[in-house]
């Protein structure tokens, strides 16, 4: 295997700057609507903050201590955050203009953004009414002295800072931080046909002499801050709940490492918070108009529906119907994949829920990574501990800023008789899995959900991700294998269908490369299609250029990071990238290899997973890679599912071996094909049951798409 270098990989956060660029492309596509437009600058702008947050603290981290580059980014910690500030910076001023287009087009459609000086006297009259009942009680001003200290200001704190003056004393500093309780965005009433609103910040800076009576306010300035958000685990810990409540404390007090200010903003007072934050060697942020684009969000519930996509309803699977909403005997009939947002989440739940019911289950095991507030998953599981089952539940401490809720969520599922236990200090368990064991004929039958997403029910309305529902006994017995993992550090020898990281998954991923290059050399068809978030993992980068020197055929479809590059010659020619980026998160996991056969074909090896290709995932993460067995199912994922984003021109960006991304269109002659709609219009197939002869067309070759199109060359080996 050759060296990982420069001019192989590309730099793994450089990479996700491009994806978060990718997500403004499309506030800045007219094609999108507008509301939805504000939404994805939202998006943007939460995303570079959660950047910051996370992997610019990291790296900021290694400057301090002094380590030096490694694998696969080749380039030292110091010199990644000169490249991030100078591609975050054009981020940051592309998303300003943005906003300033977006707050044209949102004034011509009744909804404005106003500066307080652009106010009629009723409205000012208006908005004084409002500061004075609902902001004004909440506020803490202060001058900065030795009697009246700097506060401390949370993560994405921000508030204004002000230079007061009085005659007879030395100036002082003012500072008045907005609680996060307080609106971004102040609504002025009454606006007849429009909404009208006002920036908070712009509303405070307005109304200062009166917060201040007795001073003149000289200047004043917005500024915004970012704290690192990472936490350090001690495998000593005795009390692994304990010691994640220390550290979610000492989290919230955790350095400044990115301080945002207003482009108009005097040296002294820029001068002032940079001394009292200690951020002199951060990310200082000083080109914007306005900070923390984030909050725009709360104007999409401003305007009228035909702002926002149009209303989507998710379908419920028509096998499950069949069989008068019983899950079980759905599955026990046949293996069913859900395919989310487009089906309903509440198959899943329904699935727990009949679960926790039914008396002839005797034992229920659930992985927990996220869930959402108020979960029914957790309900659910609470009530078969009362109903007297024997209920497991692995609950993910280490899973990033939903620390708090999970623990929550452990001592609620504890008090209820749930055995609850946190799996590996070292590991991450981000597999997603629930077994049901049921009593049948005087033996055990298992049923087992295994699952690309999370069991968070808002997530599922718009992240697309793949439930698989089966009752293959072998399957079942492999996953009660892999709690017994979790729970007991029991390490399974004998899996017989599943690999997990990280103890196989890896070692399986090899596997099947190495068996494409086989088939290659021999001079069999050789291809590979893959669908994941990530693709980080220099070493099985390295065995991709190795099956594509062999001349195997590659497509990949990465949302988000690459750091391989396609399309060298005499490297990766036979490798190409694709990212979706579109109305749907595109989340699922998926990995198909042509087994000797061109794709797509029912000789295929498919596999969903929970895994990116990432060295956390295959290293420290406890991972899923599951085959696709059942013919519905496996015609479900490769030819409809893999087929349709490998065709969609509407959503897609193609990656170019210089690590610029170009959008896809329709070539001359091709129809639009957006594989969000065709999901959206389309039932899937493990779900249809009966109703398949008389739904509408669920396979693509049966769409009206030409053949040219369906099995167009550039995607099939």
């Known amino acids: 295997m050759k060296p990982s270098n420069p001019s192989r990989l590309f730099n793994r956060e450089l990479s996700w700057l491009f994806f978060n660029t990718r997500v403004l492309e499309e506030a800045e596509n007219i094609d999108v609507p507008l509301l939805e437009r504000a939404r994805f600058l939202s998006i943007s702008a939460s995303n570079l903050d959660e950047f910051y947050m996370v992997r610019v603290a990291g790296l900021r981290e290694q400057v301090r201590a002094r380590v030096q580059g490694e694998a696969p980014s080749l380039l030292s910690p110091s010199k990644q955050l000169e490249k991030i500030d100078r591609r975050a910076g054009k981020i940051v001023a592309r998303q300003n203009r943005c906003w300033h287009d977006l707050r044209t087009e949102l004034a011509a459609s009744n909804i404005n953004v106003l500066p307080v000086c652009a106010l009629s006297k009723s409205q000012i009259s208006d908005l004084r009414s409002t500061f004075d009942t609902t902001i004004l009680p909440l506020l803490t001003p202060l001058a900065v002295d030795p009697a009246h ?5 949370s993560n994405l704190g921000f508030g204004i800072a002000l230079r007061l ?4 004393r030395d100036p002082l500093f003012g500072l008045i931080t907005v609680p996060l309780s307080v609106p971004r965005l102040v609504e002025i009433k009454p606006g007849g046909k429009a909404r009208n609103f006002v920036l908070v910040e712009d509303v405070l800076r307005s109304f200062a002499p009166d917060i201040y009576p007795d001073f003149d306010v000289t200047h004043s300035g917005v500024f915004r801050i970012t704290r690192d958000s990472g936490i350090a685990i001690d495998e000593r810990a005795e009390d692994l709940v304990q010691h994640f409540e220390n550290l979610l404390r000492k989290r919230r007090r955790g350095r400044v490492i990115r301080l945002e200010i207003d482009k108009e903003m005097k040296p002294a007072l820029r001068d002032f918070l940079i001394s009292r934050f200690d951020c002199a060697d951060e990310t200082i942020e000083e080109t914007a108009d306005v900070l923390g684009l984030r909050d725009i969000s709360q104007l999409v519930k401003a ?9 989507f309803q998710a379908r419920f699977p028509e096998r499950i119907r069949e069989f008068d909403g019983d899950c079980l005997a759905a599955i026990a009939a046949k293996d069913i994949l859900v395919h989310h947002p487009y089906e309903e989440f509440d198959v899943v739940i329904q699935f727990l829920q009949q679960a926790a019911a039914d008396p002839d289950v005797v034992a229920i095991k659930q992985t927990l990574y996220r869930t959402s507030e108020d979960s029914p998953i957790i309900r659910a599981l609470i009530d078969a501990a009362d109903a007297g089952k024997n209920v497991t539940a692995l609950v993910e401490l280490k899973a990033r800023f939903d620390e708090a809720s999970n623990m929550r969520w452990a001592r609620d599922l504890e008090r209820a008789g749930v055995q609850v236990v946190y799996g590996f200090i070292g590991y991450k368990t981000h597999a997603k ?23 968070h029910a808002l997530n599922a309305k718009i992240y697309t ?21 979790v729970t007991s550090y029991s390490e399974p020898k004998d899996l017989q269908k599943i690999a997990i990281a990280p103890l196989s998954l890896r070692e399986a991923l090899v596997k099947h490369i190495d068996r494409e290059i086989l088939h290659a050399r021999a001079g069999r068809p050789a291809t590979i299609w893959a669908k994941m978030n990530a693709l980080v993992d220099p070493n099985v980068i390295e065995k991709l250029y190795e099956a594509s020197q062999a001349g195997v055929k590659i497509d990949l479809v990465i949302r988000g990071i690459c750091c391989l590059r396609p399309n060298v010659k005499g490297m990766s020619e036979n490798i190409r990238v694709k990212s979706i980026v579109g109305r749907f ?10 087994n000797g056969a061109a794709l797509p074909s029912d000789q295929a090896s498919v596999f969903i997973s929970s895994a990116d290709w990432m060295p956390r995932n295959l290293n420290r993460r406890i991972e899923t890679l599951v085959p696709v ?13 893999m087929m349709a984003n490998l065709l969609d021109n509407t959503n897609s960006w193609e990656l170019q071996s210089t690590g610029r991304y170009v959008r896809v269109t329709a070539e001359d002659g091709q129809p639009r094909f957006s594989a969000h709609e065709y999901f959206m219009e389309n039932p899937s197939l493990s779900g249809r049951g009966a109703a398949l002869a008389d739904s509408a067309p669920a396979h693509l070759e049966d769409s009206n798409l030409p053949a040219s199109q369906i099995f167009h060359p550039k995607f099939v080996g």
């Open 465 to 485: 991700d793949l439930a698989l529902f089966t009752a293959d006994k072998v399957i079942g017995e492999d996953v009660g294998k892999i709690f017994n993992f």
């Open 303 to 311: 305007g009228s529906a035909e702002q926002l996509f149009p209303p």
């Open 149 to 153: 200290p700097f506060p401390f200001l």
């Open 433 to 455: 899995v629930s077994l049901v064991i049921r009593q049948e004929r005087g033996k055990l039958q298992t049923y087992t959900h295994l699952g690309t997403g999370n069991y």
């Open 585 to 594: 998160l595109e989340h699922s996991r998926i990995v198909c290899f042509g």
């Open 629 to 641: 067995e059942s013919p519905t199912v496996h015609n479900q994922v490769l030819d409809q599912i």
């Open 165 to 168: 003056e009085k005659l007879g």
